[in-house]
């Protein structure tokens, strides 16, 4: 079975560009998160969708927005880029929204802004 | 306000040492418990977990026991070997399945 997918793997962008990043999940998951990684540190959550409605939002600008489609797949958008959302942005799936579930992780799409 | 803290790296062994990354953690109640790696340029793979107090967590030979006393959960291995060597994370849940994480040990194992 395939794993959570991302796309594309690598975006370079300049600043005050606007960016898409997409998700797809474990077959049969449905819930999906979204985690800023910042070099040389832990992963940060963003978002957390589950059957389409977010769930959770973390301490990040209201530029930063997502989406769950009916498929379960997901977009994150990001306006206006700035020099410190370079990142690896990665996205997790589960099956449920329960604090016991293993969240699986993508390969991650590594953001550059110039 | 809640938070994971891992013990600051790089930490460097030789191959066949026996390894210990300490975590400990800060929360309401008893949340699940994660240990993720992160081999270069990769995403995070699950290594183990513990949903409840004194369960203990194993795979790959690594092992990590929910301790509610002390609130850690250190990971061990017995013997690594230069495969092993990637970035560790600990993380534990906070409301639903959102993940907190540790800030990550780099573990170095040279032959």
């Known amino acids: 079975d395939a794993g959570v997918t991302q796309s594309p793997t690598h975006l370079i962008k300049t600043r005050g560009q606007h960016v898409t990043l997409r998700c797809s999940p474990i077959?049969?998951?449905?819930?999906v998160s979204w985690y800023q990684q910042v070099l040389g540190q832990g992963p940060q959550f963003i978002f957390q969708?589950?059957?389409?409605?977010?769930?959770g939002r973390g301490n990040f600008p209201d530029r930063f927005s997502a989406r769950q489609f009916p498929n379960y797949s997901s977009e994150l958008n990001v306006n206006a880029l700035l020099l410190g959302d370079s990142a690896l942005y990665l996205c997790?799936?589960?099956?449920?929204?329960?604090?016991?579930?293993?969240?699986?992780f993508g390969p991650g799409t590594r953001l550059t802004v110039l | 306000g809640d938070s994971v803290t891992q013990m600051e790296g790089p930490v460097t062994l030789s191959e066949e040492a026996f390894l210990t990354i300490n975590c400990t953690y800060t929360?309401?109640?008893?949340?699940?418990l994660f240990w993720y790696v992160q081999y270069p340029g990769e995403g995070l793979q699950l290594l183990l977990k513990?949903?409840?107090?004194?369960d203990k967590g194993s795979n790959k030979g690594f092992e990590a026991t929910y301790r509610k006393e002390t609130t850690s959960f250190h990971l061990e291995k017995g013997s690594v070997q230069v495969s092993d060597s990637a970035v560790y994370f600990c993380?534990?849940?906070?409301?639903?399945?959102?993940?907190?994480f540790g800030a990550g040990t780099i573990l170095r194992v040279k032959s």
């Open positions: 997790a799936s589960s099956s449920r929204d329960e604090s016991t579930d293993t969240q699986y």
């Open positions: 077959s049969g998951h449905k819930s």
């Open positions: 969708y589950y059957e389409k409605e977010e769930r």
């Open positions: 929360a309401t109640g008893y949340p699940s």
């Open positions: 513990a949903t409840k107090a004194d």
């Open positions: 993380a534990r849940i906070e409301y639903g399945n959102k993940l907190v």
